[in-house]
């Protein structure tokens, strides 16, 4: 293990850290933020210090290659630092700033997991005094690029700036990038990163112009922010009751689509525009059943508030079609407070929280295509109890998936439900009810956001304490890596020669 490459990497990690972070004093500056922009300026200066100290001691390894395994500490640990250093303008504007909103590190870090894993649980309290529309636009912006560096993964945006990585930048790559199966869209992993990064920025640009136009007639700063929340699938808002304070079909509609977009694979968009053809798109079975997904589960949930609540049959469809797209792609923004939905309803939720969008997305969840995977193959062992002679392979797509991938899938699977089992009965020992207890686990486990009954739609996670957010925070970090990538560092065998 060559630490000399990981401190450097790591270096480079928080310089290019450093100065997205200073790109939001211009926002502070334009509204006359004063105490924003010195807690800002302290944030960056310590920011560009460690990452100074750190490319400084591993200097000489500039043109080094970096092994699978310094690659999975660089990925574990750049989340960890980047949570760490992240959270420095929170906690400086709460110092600096008379109306601050964190005084204690553990929110601001908490707050800055939150917003970099694209979870969208949040601290700050849409209904008591540390309401979210007291946040400087500053500090607003920031909570918004940390979702939108997040989302399509600071790793993966480190690579396609950083070109001396040579065939360590495959390593980092598929340590970074969710989805069971990472295949690279160009032959070269920095083109890769390089074509995804452009999509990405490309749909984030083409929402923005469209809430700002006279259909949506949003400000250009909340469109900005919203832009950033919806192709991150994170759902931090600049206001307090989230999309719903808009009171906007239009903007309802706009950001249902855009956060259905953020939740298809990023490699089919290339696919369709090199080959010119959008409707290749539909080829893929992955996209078919995540569409087929959220039209469905949209009519059932529909139907049954439309039944239970007797309001119109279209706001129904409005409010059930925009909280599915939120639930699976786990972006979390609400128009409506699910939590008082029939109970139907709010498990069918509960269901897409843990199904998430499609592999190669910005969302969290278990992923579509692992799911379709895991009912094959389920399948496959049921057939075989009657005919064991007979050799089925499981395929997506004509191509036949690896028996490595299937038992990739099968210890993904059980990892994710015995964390979320272990995590729940941690989260019970603070004596929270059953919905809160397994639904805080659910939303930051699978970077979703909101849960049910006291994490609910319009409610937050302050009144949790410190020992409980650090463990959240953890299960964020341990959700957006897909558990793999952490969990190996606390394997002894790792860290032998």
Not at 3 to 32: C, D, P
């Amino acid at each position: 293990m060559n630490y000399h490459i990981i401190s450097r990497l790591l270096g480079v990690l928080l310089i290019v850290l450093s100065g997205a972070m200073s790109t939001s004093i211009f926002f502070s500056e334009l509204f006359n933020e004063r105490d924003t922009t010195y807690a800002l300026l302290n944030a960056v200066f310590i920011t560009l210090t460690a990452g100074g100290i750190l490319f400084f001691i591993g200097r000489r390894y500039a043109h080094a290659t970096i092994s699978r395994r310094e690659a999975l500490v660089v990925v574990s640990l750049s989340w960890i630092l980047i949570g760490v250093f992240g959270a420095l303008p929170y906690l400086y504007d709460g110092v600096f700033f008379r109306y601050g909103l964190f005084h204690n590190y553990t929110d601001a870090f908490f707050e800055t997991i939150s917003g970099f894993t694209t979870t969208g649980s949040t601290v700050l309290d849409p209904v008591l005094t540390t309401e979210i529309e007291k946040l400087s636009h500053g500090l607003h912006y920031w909570r918004s690029l940390t979702h939108w560096l997040g989302g399509m993964g600071i790793i993966v945006l480190f690579i396609a700036i950083f070109p001396q990585l040579g065939v360590g930048a495959k390593h980092l790559f598929r340590s970074e990038v969710p989805g069971p199966i990472t295949e690279g869209l160009k032959p070269k992993i920095k083109e890769t990163s390089t074509v995804l990064w452009r999509i990405y920025v490309g749909l984030t640009l083409i929402e923005f112009l469209i809430l700002i136009s006279p259909v949506c007639d949003m400000g250009w700063f909340d469109a900005l922010c919203h832009s950033f929340a919806t192709m991150a699938t994170g759902g931090f808002s600049t206001k307090n009751g989230s999309v719903a304070d808009f009171n906007s079909v239009s903007i309802d509609l706009v950001i249902t689509l855009f956060m259905f977009l953020a939740g298809v694979n990023f490699s089919l968009y290339y696919v369709a525009l090199t080959r010119r053809s959008p409707l290749a798109i539909f080829k893929d079975t992955e996209f078919r059943t995540y569409l087929g997904i959220v039209v469905a589960a949209t009519v059932l949930v529909a139907l049954n508030i439309w039944e239970f609540r007797h309001e119109n049959l279209f706001q129904a469809f409005r409010h059930a079609a925009f909280q599915v797209t939120a639930m699976i792609t786990t972006t979390g923004f609400g128009t409506d407070d699910f939590d008082l939905y029939p109970t139907f309803s709010k498990l069918l939720l509960v269901c897409l929280m843990f199904i998430g969008g499609s592999a190669g997305s910005t969302a969290g969840g278990i992923k579509v295509s692992r799911i379709i995977v895991l009912i094959k193959a389920a399948h496959y062992e049921i057939y075989k109890t009657f005919r064991p002679q007979r050799v089925i392979s499981v395929k997506i797509n004509n191509s036949t998936i690896p028996d490595d991938i299937i038992r990739s899938i099968f210890g993904f699977f059980v990892i994710a439900i015995t964390t979320f089992v272990g995590g729940s009965l941690f989260m019970t020992l603070f004596d929270y009810d059953l919905a809160t207890a397994t639904t805080a686990v659910a939303a930051t486990l699978f970077n979703i956001g909101p849960g049910l009954s006291q994490v609910g739609a319009t409610m937050n996670f302050a009144f949790i304490p410190p020992i409980g957010k650090l463990f959240l925070s953890f299960c964020m970090i341990l959700g957006r890596l897909e558990f793999y990538t952490l969990l190996v560092l606390i394997v002894p065998d790792f860290w032998r020669r």
